[in-house]
């Protein structure tokens, strides 16, 4: 490959930021680091900065610098944050005019009308990296503007799939933490059990392929294999298939239209059989409240993912259980009016529905 991208990395200690890292190490001629940020956990990135040698390379718990300039001298910018916190470097790196790899679902759920926005005002690119969307990106050629009739997200279904909604009252977070086919960050994979997680890549798909509700369904299919299907007015579908293996669409972001050599190739005969079911939305309810809240727009989104995050975290700690996720995100969206939507007003959404889920959560 004829480049040499110098990649801003936010998020580079967790799971989506250490492949990217594996990534980087496979093709050193292709790529290099310029910026490195974790979160909190500074002893996991002196390694990193002495085998990378970026230019800039912090914590942001104690970082006082400028946003801007982490995406000084990158080609790219890759957003592989956790959460709402997300949202902030997604802006940033758009308003450095940077192409955003965008890992973080949370920036377009809770600010997919903004961040949308902001990146065709200045003319940048978003590059998905979710492997459903990199699967929809591939089936329309790496172009997100290109037409089609539907989308069909598929899910692996969880490690819940099978149980009543009794029994999943009485799961434990190792349980839920126990992805079938995935592995990936604790938050993402909650909301994996939950189809939470479901509901955020409908958002998601509605801002990065500006599709209607309407056209964007989910199914399960238990062995993520086909990473999901774009349906066109002729009624073709066009799939994307491999192992379930974030490296392959993490690289893509960063190679596409050419390809680099990358995972295994899959072995059809090995696999068998593949299976589609209908998704039991009844038994899911926080995949119904992303999709209604996605539908209402405005600050809802927000809300709910803000919702979403500190109920996640008090199931984690044992606090509540599965199913109160749902009834958490749905109390706070029942108390939730419309707001601004800009950054400020998604920065006063997501602290006010964490005052409220808190409040149901600790009883304050
Ligand atoms: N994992 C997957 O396979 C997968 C697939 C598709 C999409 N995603 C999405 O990708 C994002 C990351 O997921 P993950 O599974 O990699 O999560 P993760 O393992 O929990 O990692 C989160 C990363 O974000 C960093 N971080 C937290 N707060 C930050 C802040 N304020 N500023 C900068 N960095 C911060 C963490 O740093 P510390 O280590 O210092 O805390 C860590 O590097 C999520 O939005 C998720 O939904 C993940």
Redesign the pocket.
């Known amino acids: 490959m004829n480049f040499q991208k110098k990649i801003a990395l936010?998020?580079?200690?967790?799971?989506?930021?250490r492949q990217v890292l594996d990534v980087v190490r496979a093709h050193r001629d292709a790529f290099s680091l310029s910026a490195l940020?974790?979160?909190?956990?500074r002893e996991?990135l002196l390694p990193l900065a002495e085998e990378f040698s970026p230019r800039i390379c912090v914590?942001?718990d104690s970082y006082r610098g400028t946003m801007d300039a982490l995406f000084e001298g990158c080609d790219v910018a890759f957003i592989?944050?956790?959460?709402f916190?997300?949202l902030a470097y997604t802006l940033a790196a758009i308003r450095a005019g940077k192409t955003v790899l965008l890992?973080?679902?949370?920036s377009l759920v809770a600010g997919g009308e903004i961040v949308m926005g902001e990146a065709e005002k200045r003319g940048v690119e978003i590059v998905p990296?979710?492997?459903e969307h990199s699967a929809i990106f591939q089936a329309l050629h790496f172009d997100r503007r290109a037409k089609f009739s539907r989308l069909v997200l598929t899910a692996s279904g969880g490690p819940f799939l099978r149980k009543t909604k009794e029994e999943m009252a009485l799961v434990t977070p190792k349980e839920a933490l126990a992805h079938p086919t995935?592995k990936?960050?604790?938050?993402?994979t909650v909301d994996s059990a939950t189809l939470l997680n479901k509901g955020y890549e409908v958002i998601e798909a509605k801002w990065l392929y500006g599709a209607d509700f309407s056209q964007i369904d989910a199914v399960v299919h238990p062995e993520s294999i086909v990473h999901s299907l774009v349906y066109f007015e002729d009624g073709a579908a066009l799939a994307q298939l491999g192992y379930p293996d974030?490296r392959v669409p993490i690289q893509l972001a960063l190679t596409y239209p050419e390809r680099l050599p990358c995972a295994p190739r899959l072995d059809l005969e090995k696999i068998g059989e593949l299976h589609f079911l209908r998704l039991p939305a009844e038994k899911f309810p926080c995949y119904t409240l992303a999709r209604q809240a996605g539908e209402v727009g405005n600050i809802f989104p927000c809300a709910l993912n803000a919702a979403a995050e500190e109920a996640v975290e008090a199931f984690l700690a044992g606090r509540i259980t599965l199913p109160q996720i749902a009834e958490t995100i749905e109390g706070v969206l029942a108390k939730t009016r419309k707001g601004e939507v800009t950054f400020a007003g998604l920065l006063d959404a997501d602290r006010r529905a964490r005052t409220l889920a808190q409040d149901m959560l600790y009883g304050k």
């Open positions: 936010i998020g580079c200690t967790g799971s989506i930021g940020v974790c979160g909190g956990r996991r914590a942001a592989a944050a956790g959460g916190a997300g890992a973080n679902k949370e990296v979710d492997s995935w990936m960050g604790k938050k993402v974030m």
